[in-house]
């Protein structure tokens, strides 16, 4: 009964592997709505650290835009561990600057993985623009703060100098991108690219 079981649930893993084949090389064959079912697919496989929205669309085949709305502060850890004397670990809660820049670092992450995502995913595309905005504490409509553009090429590039697995502000620096940050850390609202 067991190994039936296993069977079953392994053919029923096998079928949806050669499912999400088909897709992928439908995909890379440029048909717009294959390639927008396959990307969402994508995303939902990926295990987000918080709960992500993001939207997106393909102007053509080769140029794709996304549009994150970014986690709310209070939504990330406020406490950190640390060794306390003799050994033991404390949990203290994290100073206001540091939650901030540790909200910043998870945004401008955010918006590196789904270009990187998108053009692990999507073979035609050739530029993925990711604008990040955020919803501000007071209700007040939401602001842009993070937008970047980046080329197929430009972007493989820094993947294989290892540039996009290190710090995501270093390698925003080296794409076109619009970030602002104030000298604590808070976001500044930013243009985003059109």
């Keep these: 009964d067991d190994r039936a079981k296993w069977m079953k649930r392994r053919f029923a893993w096998d079928s949806a592997q050669k499912s999400l084949q088909e897709h ?3 995909a890379a064959q440029g048909d717009l709505d294959v390639m927008r079912e396959y990307l969402l697919t994508c995303l939902k496989d990926i295990l987000w650290a918080l709960p992500v929205s993001v939207s997106f669309q393909f102007d053509d085949t080769a140029t794709a835009r ?40 998870h ?22 623009t990711v604008s990040a905005r955020q919803q501000p504490p007071d209700n007040r409509a939401p602001r842009y703060v993070v937008t970047a553009r980046s080329a197929r090429k430009a972007w ?16 925003l620096e080296l794409i076109e991108s619009r970030v602002n940050l104030t000298g604590l850390g808070a976001f500044l609202p930013i243009e985003p690219f059109g």
């Design 24 to 26: 992928s090389q439908r």
């Design 66 to 105: 996304m549009d994150i709305q970014l986690p709310l502060l209070p939504t990330l850890p406020d406490r950190e561990a640390a060794i306390d004397y003799g050994n033991r670990v404390a949990v203290r809660r994290m100073s206001e600057v540091i939650h901030t820049k540790l909200h910043n670092r």
């Design 107 to 128: 945004a401008l992450g955010l918006v590196l993985r789904l270009m990187g995502e998108t053009y692990a995913a999507m073979p035609t595309v050739q530029q993925v």
């Design 156 to 171: 493989s590039t820094l993947h294989q100098r290892g540039a996009v697995t290190g710090d995501a502000g270093s390698c």
